[in-house]
């Protein structure tokens, strides 16, 4: 056993020795934003993703430290976990991988779908094809006006382009970019830098969320610092701790990485990122202008959300101090009535032992209580049939002869004489 022990720690160390640094996997700093991390992540991507190099194994390797490494510095939690405490401190979570559907085959594409029904929370990518066609500048784009929604349909992990041009005026008002699923399909909102050869760079990204009765995503560049939920951290969360879910639910509020737009043209797309079906959105770029009142709702509403982030720690640590207590409190409860139960049924029974006659044996009891009982029913209903139907006082009858008790007087006849005449 203790050899086996050791094998596998010695397993656990070489894994532990192959693992790279993030950063240097990555090309970035430790001091590198969020933004200049997804950009490097994406190109390392595009270069070692297996649709690119089908044939190559070490490609295959280097995809996968390029997104492991993301998927841990990507996440500020982890990524803050990792700068105080190496590996050891990510390690115990595991990581999760952002799926690409396009590259997943329609075997494995079924239990991705399987496991999202059920709530499963399935991470995915933009496909790499996508991403590459538009950092070539081989994507179709189509002009979006301001203030004039447009209604499509776009296939299952395919993108539509569209441009809008602002002005400087609309700029400092502030641009909205919203998209909308009326009959609820999952898809992504993507906003591209311009390269200075014609590409595009993908740079913001913002999957749909449900709201009522559709499937929302939006983009606000409103001049100051606005946030956005990833809802996927709070459901990775939640799916490893329930009980701490609502303590985890604000982990994924995190600033933008963009928070205005200069005059020019910009690029946005929307990305069908349902399993198997196409989806229908409607998407609408709005200048900020007109909106004054809900520039400074959205501004407090968020501020007193940090708030309420930045006080959730100390209210867990006083939540589950004193759900240990409650949880003491209930199992001494329940001990202290048992306790009690068995001394009163000891109190019970002292008292019945004062007696000198012996303690009667129970099958002869209860058959003379039977026999009592029986007994006492009897008379009861005797009494009661008594009551029900009383005998009537006997009555002087003239006593009636019957037929047969008639006397009948029979005159003897004579016997004929011959000579007479009968």
Known sequence: MSSASSKSSDKKDSSKQQLKDPYEVLGVSRSSTDQNIKSAYRKLALKYHPDKNANDPQASDMFKEVTVSYNILSD???????DTSGFEGVESEGQEMELDLLSLGAMNTMFAAFFSKLGVPIKTTVSAIVLEEALRGEVTIHPLQLGLPMLNKVEKQCAHFYSVTITEAQARAGIVCRVQSPDKSKFKLLYFDQEADGGLDLALQEDSTKTEKVTSAGMYFLGFAVYRLDQAVSSMAASKDPSGAFFKKLDGFQPCEITELKAGTHVFAVYGDNFFKSAIYKIEALCAEPFPEEKDQLRDVEAQILTKRAELPKFESEYREVLAQFTEMISRYTQEMKAIEELLK?????????????????SSISSKVRGSFKDSKQDEEQQARHKKSPTPPLKDKPIRKKWFNIHMKVKKRKSCSSEEQC
């Open 346 to 362: 000891e109190r019970s029974e002292i008292h019945a032992s004062y007696s000198n006659s012996p303690v009667p044996k129970r």
């Open 76 to 82: 500020p939690e982890k990524r803050r976990r990792y």
